[in-house]
């Protein structure tokens, strides 16, 4: 079945630093990839949306610059949280987008959990 | 055996019908279950989120969990033409986010 990993998991950093989160579909081809964030107890947040091969389509109120979404190719999807602050901690999700026999499926990441010191 | 289980239907009900959503998983490890209502272009919304077994009602939505059966539901009352959508359960080992898993979800279509 549709997997989509994340990596890493869990990633500790320094206020200022920039982190990379991955997103890969390990077993199908996924032109779309969503980016969503989630505080505790909350629903997700949608970030933006990535489409292969073309910028991503970011949702009101995030900041582009700040959050840097790379789709190089159909299985893979980078966020850069760049020169992250305490505020950026959270849980970052993302779900790639999976087209087969005419249904369209929605297949989530494992999350990375976000901790700016 | 995948992780999570979900029938992703869809699942067409006429207005006003009792809806049952189900889930089963495999990892016992799961203490936290939620569901999440997902629109179209849109971030799943969180509906229910409960610790171990037992349910918990909001207004029009009843969550069950029963962790020996190892087999969540969601209960929709009087289901509305708003509620269509898709559902995803989702589970997790700890409070934090350890190994969250979401199902593939069931789209839920409510005929006026």
């Known amino acids: 079945g549709a997997v989509v990993s994340q990596h890493p998991s869990r990633v500790i950093c320094k206020s200022g630093t920039s982190v990379k989160i991955e997103c890969r579909s390990l077993?199908?081809?996924?032109?779309?990839m969503f980016w969503y964030r989630q505080f505790p107890k909350k629903s997700l947040m949608l970030m933006a949306t990535s489409n292969e091969g073309s910028k991503a389509t970011y949702e009101q109120g995030v900041e582009k610059d700040k959050f840097l979404i790379n789709h190089a190719s159909l299985t893979l999807s980078t966020l850069t949280v760049t020169s992250a602050h305490p505020e950026d901690s959270s849980f970052y999700i993302c779900?790639?987008?999976?087209?087969?026999?005419?249904?369209?499926?929605?297949?989530f990441g494992p999350g990375t959990r976000l901790l700016v010191l | 055996q995948k992780e999570v289980e979900q029938d992703p239907g869809p699942l067409s009900v006429p207005e006003g019908a009792i809806v049952s959503l189900n889930c089963t998983y495999s990892?016992?490890?799961?203490?936290?279950f939620m569901w999440y209502r997902q629109y179209s272009r849109k971030g799943p919304e969180l509906l229910m989120y409960?610790?171990?077994?037992g349910n918990k009602e909001d207004g029009r939505f009843t969550a069950q969990v029963d962790k020996s059966s190892k087999y969540i539901s969601l209960f929709i009352r009087d289901s509305q033409p708003s509620d269509s959508a898709t559902y995803l359960c989702?589970?997790?080992?700890?409070?934090?986010?350890?190994?969250?898993?979401f199902g593939p979800g069931t789209r839920l279509s409510v005929l006026p």
């Open positions: 779900s790639a987008r999976s087209l087969g026999q005419g249904k369209e499926t929605q297949y």
């Open positions: 989702a589970m997790s080992g700890d409070n934090y986010g350890q190994n969250f898993v």
């Open positions: 990892n016992s490890a799961f203490q936290y």
């Open positions: 077993d199908f081809q996924a032109t779309t």
């Open positions: 409960t610790y171990s077994s």
